[in-house]
């Protein structure tokens, strides 16, 4: 005769029963996961000044000496450690540690919300494709195909100047460039989960296809997706930078670290170390996000 | 309820898979899987499947619960058609029918420990967290893994013979009455297998479990099988208690199939493979009977029609040979069989 599911849950409930004592509390996968950053030092470190940037970029009104826009013809090109001036002053005399802090804002805003639009956008896409198959994935795939035959760099120019400079646009045209790379990677990781032998053995187990989507696909399917997501932020930085530098970007007075690395091109000879700043900064940011990305990886990988 | 014991009845099952190719990706072939197999597992019995790789075990497996759609046929668990049942109904047969898998490492979740994963098959039939636990505890346990010292590890900090051990409590932890084993120790070593083997008969004999087991490995399948079942190419071939089958296989390919089994005596070892060749391509098989390309005694009428799976003798024998079917003609290969010692 063909039971119904109270008998399993007699069955369980017998067991709970028998036990001495409460079964204790297993850890988590996330616990798991935190327990293992906390002893990754590198990855705590990006994280930390990656925190710092974000920060001193949040709080940037409180923190700049200065304003930002207001320049002195006097005072240009002031050096290093310049009293009242401690990161010098840019070719129009305005303040470099403030334009600094407020160009973190712009530079942040430009690399980061491409990434998360992307990831929510091309993730959708690439785990439809995955998941239902068939023409539909051969539909989605062929046209992420055709958005790889541009170099990023390229597509994302070429989007811009179509749109126009601003950083709306800038956002716009990253996110289109990077829908391709995260659908294509949510798509094989999907094929790739479909075809496991557990969720077969959780579909003869009974469970509904909204069940075992949750507790095996997701998180299967997401780590390795955001992890490649985040590595791309450190890309979306360097490229918002280098719109910005091509005059596509955020454009002046405002303050964003492409820009004041292309206008303070022609003060290279001249201030050396002030015209690096900005360079210095994308780099710190790019490298830190890489690095916490990678540490990242290692910690949500329970295989490692 | 079916007449005598049995619970399980697979009425000619059939499975074609489409070859798609081409331009317009049209379907260009079909490779004949599973093609008309009928079988019965009785209550409490091991019945063992046996065949090539490719001959299609596994389908059958994955059509019996319904993992795959078959193309024609039945299969009724207790009396209830299967293939026909709405949803509520099938979830529970499934319950009831578990399937053990052949990899140990991609058949568990690698984010899922493996208390959850065991738990999982109970939650989805409506227990309470804590009580899912407890029984994932129990069954876990009853596999030969201390919960308490494994319950919170991750597959890939087990070994093969344990991750083997989850599966197992997998299958068991839903109370089912049957249990399709496909190829369940055929990827660990030796020792471990005999492990898992003897405790699948343990399990067995413990709980009245009724086993469906495939496998390649003839020293297996007559370890624990009461019947075997023999497939070649999507159908069966022969049929037979497990001790007659090994000591008289009577179809060519199960001679063969015996022969090429490596002998515990060294001195029975062969020089030659008695089987030459692979298999012939599914999607394209000989007519008539499949096996007739590598036949030793293959006749005529081999290549007309393809012979039923026939009662040989008394005893519960069947076998699809013209060799022993009456339709025989006189004076065929069938004086050098000597069929009389054979049953």
Same mark, same amino acid.
């Given at each position: 005769?063909?039971h119904?599911r109270?008998d399993v849950?007699?069955l369980?409930?017998?067991a709970?029963?028998r036990?001495?004592?409460p079964?204790?509390?297993?850890?988590?996968?996330?616990?798991?996961?935190?327990w293992?950053l906390q002893?990754?030092?590198?990855?705590?470190?990006?994280a930390a000044?990656?925190?710092?940037?974000?920060l001193?970029?949040?709080?940037a009104?409180?923190l700049?000496?200065h304003?930002?826009?207001?320049?002195?013809?006097?005072?240009?090109?002031?050096?290093l450690?310049?009293p009242s001036h401690?990161?010098g002053?840019?070719?129009?005399g305005r303040d470099?540690?403030?334009?600094?802090?407020?160009?973190?804002?712009m530079?942040?805003v430009?690399?980061?919300t491409?990434v998360?639009i992307?990831f929510?956008?091309g993730?959708?896409l690439?785990?439809?494709?995955?998941?239902v198959?068939?023409?539909l994935?051969?539909?989605i795939?062929?046209?992420?195909?055709?958005?790889?035959a541009?170099?990023s760099i390229l597509l994302a120019?070429?989007?811009?100047?179509?749109?126009?400079?601003?950083?709306?646009?800038?956002?716009?045209?990253?996110?289109?460039?990077?829908?391709?790379p995260i659908?294509?990677v949510?798509?094989?990781v999907?094929?790739q989960?479909?075809g496991?032998?557990f969720?077969?053995?959780?579909?003869?187990?009974?469970a509904?296809?909204?069940?075992i989507?949750?507790?095996h696909?997701?998180?299967?399917?997401?780590?390795?997706?955001?992890v490649?997501?985040s590595?791309l932020i450190?890309?979306?930085v360097?490229?918002?930078?280098?719109?910005?530098?091509l005059?596509?970007g955020?454009?002046?007075?405002n303050?964003?670290?492409g820009?004041?690395?292309?206008t303070?091109?022609?003060s290279?000879?001249?201030?050396?170390?002030?015209?690096?700043?900005?360079?210095v900064?994308?780099?710190?940011?790019?490298m830190s996000?890489?690095?916490?990305?990678?540490?990242?990886?290692?910690a949500?990988d329970?295989?490692? | 309820?079916?007449h005598?014991g049995v619970?399980?009845?697979v009425?000619?099952?059939r499975k074609?898979?489409?070859?798609?190719g081409?331009?317009?990706?049209?379907?260009?072939a079909?490779v004949?899987?599973?093609?008309?197999v009928?079988?019965?597992?009785?209550?409490g019995?091991v019945?063992?499947?046996?065949?090539?790789s490719?001959?299609g075990?596994s389908?059958t497996?994955?059509?019996?619960l319904?993992?795959?759609?078959?193309?024609?046929g039945a299969?009724?668990?207790?009396?209830?058609?299967?293939?026909?049942?709405?949803?509520?109904?099938?979830k529970?047969?499934?319950r009831?029918?578990?399937?053990?898998?052949?990899?140990?490492?991609?058949s568990?979740?690698?984010?899922?420990?493996?208390e959850d994963?065991?738990?999982?098959?109970?939650l989805?039939?409506?227990a309470?967290?804590?009580?899912?636990?407890a029984?994932?505890?129990d069954v876990?346990?009853?596999?030969?893994?201390r919960?308490?010292? #494994?319950?919170? =590890?991750? $597959? %890939?900090e087990?070994s093969g013979?344990?991750?083997?051990r989850?599966?197992?409590?997998?299958?068991?932890v839903?109370?089912?009455?049957?249990?399709i084993?496909?190829?369940?120790?055929?990827?660990?070593?030796k020792?471990?297998?005999?492990?898992v083997?003897?405790?699948?008969?343990?399990?067995?004999h413990?709980l009245?479990?009724?086993y469906?087991?495939?496998?390649?490995d003839?020293?297996?399948?007559?370890y624990?099988?009461?019947?075997?079942?023999?497939?070649?190419?999507?159908?069966?071939?022969?049929?037979?208690?497990a001790?007659?089958?090994s000591a008289?296989?009577?179809?060519p390919?199960?001679?063969?199939?015996?022969a090429?089994?490596?002998?515990m005596n060294?001195d029975?070892?062969?020089?030659?493979?008695?089987l030459?060749?692979?298999?012939?391509?599914?999607?394209?098989p000989?007519?008539?009977?499949? #096996?007739?390309? =590598?036949? $030793? %005694?293959?006749?005529?009428?081999?290549?007309?029609?393809?012979?039923?799976?026939?009662?040989?003798?008394s005893?519960?024998?069947y076998?699809?040979?013209y060799?022993?079917?009456?339709?025989?003609a006189?004076?065929s290969?069938m004086?050098?069989?000597?069929?009389?010692e054979?049953i």
């Amino acid at each position: 005769m063909l039971h119904d599911r109270s008998d399993v849950t007699a069955l369980a409930q017998t067991a709970d029963e028998r036990l001495e004592g409460p079964v204790g509390k297993p850890l988590s996968y996330w616990q798991l996961v935190w327990w293992r950053l906390q002893r990754d030092k590198v990855t705590l470190a990006a994280a930390a000044v990656l925190l710092g940037i974000v920060l001193s970029a949040v709080l940037a009104p409180y923190l700049a000496p200065h304003a930002p826009f207001q320049g002195s013809i006097r005072k240009r090109l002031a050096q290093l450690g310049t009293p009242s001036h401690v990161l010098g002053t840019d070719e129009q005399g305005r303040d470099m540690l403030s334009r600094l802090l407020y160009g973190g804002r712009m530079s942040l805003v430009a690399g980061v919300t491409p990434v998360l639009i992307a990831f929510l956008a091309g993730s959708t896409l690439g785990i439809i494709a995955g998941f239902v198959g068939g023409p539909l994935n051969l539909l989605i795939m062929r046209v992420v195909d055709i958005f790889f035959a541009f170099p990023s760099i390229l597509l994302a120019i070429a989007i811009s100047g179509a749109l126009g400079a601003g950083l709306k646009n800038t956002i716009i045209a990253l996110s289109i460039v990077f829908i391709p790379p995260i659908a294509r990677v949510a798509e094989s990781v999907t094929t790739q989960v479909r075809g496991w032998e557990f969720m077969e053995a959780a579909r003869a187990s009974g469970a509904g296809t909204l069940a075992i989507i949750r507790h095996h696909m997701i998180a299967n399917v997401l780590a390795p997706i955001s992890v490649y997501a985040s590595t791309l932020i450190s890309v979306s930085v360097i490229i918002a930078s280098g719109l910005s530098f091509l005059g596509l970007g955020v454009s002046p007075p405002n303050a964003e670290w492409g820009l004041m690395l292309n206008t303070l091109r022609g003060s290279i000879y001249v201030n050396p170390l002030v015209a690096a700043l900005p360079g210095v900064m994308i780099f710190m940011t790019s490298m830190s996000f890489n690095l916490l990305s990678d540490g990242l990886r290692d910690a949500m990988d329970v295989r490692l | 309820m079916e007449h005598n014991g049995v619970i399980l009845t697979v009425q000619d099952l059939r499975k074609y898979f489409p070859v798609r190719g081409g331009l317009l990706h049209t379907v260009q072939a079909q490779v004949k899987a599973v093609d008309g197999v009928s079988f019965e597992v009785r209550r409490g019995e091991v019945l063992g499947i046996v065949g090539e790789s490719g001959c299609g075990k596994s389908t059958t497996a994955r059509l019996i619960l319904r993992l795959l759609g078959p193309d024609a046929g039945a299969v009724r668990f207790d009396g209830r058609d299967v293939l026909q049942a709405a949803p509520v109904e099938l979830k529970a047969f499934r319950r009831q029918v578990q399937m053990v898998f052949q990899d140990p490492y991609s058949s568990l979740n690698p984010r899922m420990n493996i208390e959850d994963a065991v738990a999982f098959n109970v939650l989805v039939h409506g227990a309470s967290r804590r009580a899912a636990r407890a029984r994932a505890w129990d069954v876990l346990n009853k596999v030969g893994l201390r919960a308490e010292q #494994f319950g919170r =590890r991750y $597959p %890939h900090e087990l070994s093969g013979g344990q991750r083997q051990r989850v599966n197992i409590a997998r299958a068991l932890v839903l109370d089912p009455k049957v249990i399709i084993l496909d190829e369940p120790v055929s990827s660990l070593d030796k020792s471990v297998q005999a492990q898992v083997l003897n405790l699948l008969q343990n399990l067995k004999h413990d709980l009245g479990l009724t086993y469906l087991f495939i496998s390649h490995d003839l020293h297996v399948i007559e370890y624990l099988s009461d019947r075997v079942l023999v497939m070649y190419l999507g159908q069966i071939v022969e049929m037979g208690s497990a001790e007659a089958v090994s000591a008289t296989p009577l179809h060519p390919y199960t001679q063969a199939l015996f022969a090429s089994a490596p002998s515990m005596n060294p001195d029975e070892r062969l020089e030659r493979p008695p089987l030459m060749g692979d298999p012939p391509n599914p999607i394209n098989p000989p007519s008539g009977c499949r #096996f007739r390309t =590598r036949c $030793p %005694h293959a006749m005529e009428q081999c290549a007309a029609t393809s012979p039923a799976l026939l009662q040989v003798g008394s005893h519960e024998r069947y076998v699809a040979c013209y060799l022993y079917s009456d339709q025989t003609a006189p004076g065929s290969a069938m004086h050098d069989l000597q069929t009389d010692e054979l049953i």
